[in-house]
């Protein structure tokens, strides 16, 4: 720990430092992304298969269960 402490090279300082990769950052963005439109279309699908009726009773009924 003292040596690292010590000898201070490019790699102890960006890991001392928390330095993060770009390549991890947009692996993260891209996953949420992701998330985001299989949320959309899991939607769409409801939608296609139920009608107004799963959306307008279902989403009356979760308000409701809230308060």
């Known amino acids: 720990m003292l040596v ?3 000898s201070r ?3 102890a300082i960006s890991e001392i430092d928390g330095a993060q990769d ?5 692996t993260g963005i ?3 992304c992701g998330g985001a439109l299989t949320l959309l279309l899991a ?11 799963l959306f307008t ?4 009924a979760a308000i409701v269960a809230c308060f």
């Open 4 to 6: 690292a402490m010590t």
């Open 22 to 26: 770009p390549a991890a950052s947009r």
């Open 30 to 32: 891209l996953l949420l």
């Open 57 to 60: 009773d279902g989403l009356i």
């Open 43 to 53: 939607g769409l699908l409801l939608w296609w298969r139920e009608g107004d009726r």
């Open 9 to 11: 090279d490019d790699g």
